[in-house]
C-alpha cells in the first residue's frame, strides 16, 4: 500500500478517545517509510489536527466533513456546501422541538446554547464551539455568500425520526442522512462521501496514487463506499455489520489497538 487513511470516531481512537503509543509507532513507521497517513473523518478540521499533532503527521492533508472539505497544506482543494434554502429549512423543521442543532463551515462552529450535546461534542472533540442563534448564523452566511459543510441536529430519536422522515421527502435527491447515533443526525451534502474525498485528494495530490494503491479503516456506516472501494478496505471488530461485511480484513477492535494492528500487517516495509 502507497498511502493509508483512518477514520476516527470508533476507529482509530482508544478507549480514552487518544491515540495510543502503538499507533503512534506504527504510524511513524509508515510515514519514515514515505506512506501517507491521512485523517478522514466527519469531524472539522480543529478537531483533527490536535490528532495529527499526537501523531506527527502535522502538516499531512485532512479530509475533514466526509469529504465536504479537503485540505492540503491548509488550504482547501475542495469545498462541497449544503445549499442554505435547506439549512433555513432544516432550521424551521426543528422549531418547536427539544433538537439540538448544530452548524459548521470551515474552521466555524456554531451551537445555539451550552446544551448537554454541546458539552458532550466538546469533550470529545477537545474544540470550543460558538454560541448564536441559527437565525443569525443563516443571516451572517448569506451575506459571506457561504453555507454549511454539515448540520448536526441531535437529540431524542423519536424527534430525529420525524425530522429525517420530512428532510428525505424534500430533500432526498439532495441530502446525505447520517444516523451515527440514534440521537444523532448529520446532514451534508450527497454529492459528497469519504470516498470522493479520497478520489479529489489524489487527484490533487497525488497523482501517480490508484484506489488500489490505497489502505483503509473505518467502523461505521459512512465508511462502507470507502472501504469497498480502496485496495484493501479495513473493518475494526467494533464496526456495524455492514461495515463488517464489505472489508476486506477485520482487525481488532479499536479500544485493542486494532488500526495499529493493521498498519503491522498490512503496510510492509
Same mark, same amino acid.
Given at each position: ?10 476507529? #482509530? ?9 502503538? #499507533? ?11 506512506? +501517507? ?23 499531512? +492533508? ?19 456546501? !449544503?445549499?442554505?434554502? !435547506? ?8 422549531? &418547536? ?27 470529545? @472533540? ?11 448564523? /443563516? ?6 455568500? !457561504? ?12 424527534? #430525529? ?21 440514534? @440521537? ?7 454529492? /459528497?462521501?469519504?470516498?470522493?474525498? /479520497?478520489?479529489?485528494? #489524489?487527484?490533487?495530490?497525488? +497523482? ?6 490505497? /489502505? ?41 489497538? &486494532? ?11
Amino acid at each position: 500500500m502507497k498511502i493509508a487513511f483512518s477514520d476516527i470516531d470508533g476507529t #482509530l481512537l482508544n478507549k480514552d478517545r487518544e491515540v495510543s503509543p502503538a #499507533l503512534k509507532k506504527e504510524v511513524l513507521r509508515i510515514t519514515e517509510d514515505g506512506v +501517507p497517513f491521512i485523517l478522514i473523518s466527519s469531524r472539522m478540521p480543529a478537531a483533527m489536527t490536535h490528532i495529527q499533532d499526537d501523531l506527527r503527521i502535522s502538516g499531512l +492533508p485532512l479530509i475533514a466533513y466526509n469529504g465536504g472539505w479537503v485540505l492540503v497544506d491548509g488550504q482547501p482543494i475542495h469545498s462541497e456546501e !449544503i445549499p442554505l434554502r !435547506i439549512v433555513q429549512v432544516v432550521d424551521g423543521l426543528q422549531s &418547536g422541538t427539544s433538537l439540538s442543532v448544530q452548524l459548521f463551515h470551515g474552521h466555524e462552529w456554531y451551537v445555539e446554547a451550552m446544551d448537554f450535546y454541546a458539552l458532550r461534542e466538546e469533550n470529545n @472533540t477537545k474544540v470550543t464551539p460558538t454560541v448564536r442563534e441559527v437565525a443569525e448564523t /443563516i443571516n451572517d452566511w448569506s451575506g459571506r455568500n !457561504i453555507s454549511a459543510h454539515k448540520v448536526m441536529v441531535m437529540g431524542e430519536s423519536a424527534e #430525529l425520526d420525524g425530522l429525517v422522515e420530512q428532510l428525505e421527502k424534500k430533500f432526498g435527491s439532495e441530502l446525505h442522512l447520517y444516523r451515527s447515533k440514534d @440521537t444523532y443526525l448529520e446532514i451534508a451534502s450527497k454529492r /459528497i462521501s469519504k470516498l470522493t474525498g /479520497i478520489e479529489m485528494l #489524489l487527484a490533487n495530490s497525488y +497523482p501517480d496514487f490508484a484506489l488500489t494503491d490505497c /489502505i483503509a479503516f473505518g467502523d461505521n456506516f459512512n465508511d462502507v463506499e470507502m472501504l469497498e472501494a480502496v485496495g484493501v478496505g479495513v473493518a475494526v471488530a467494533n464496526a456495524k455489520a455492514a461495515v463488517l461485511a464489505v472489508a476486506d480484513r477485520v482487525v481488532a477492535t479499536n479500544k485493542e489497538d &486494532g488500526v495499529a494492528e493493521g498498519l503491522r500487517s498490512l503496510v510492509i516495509r
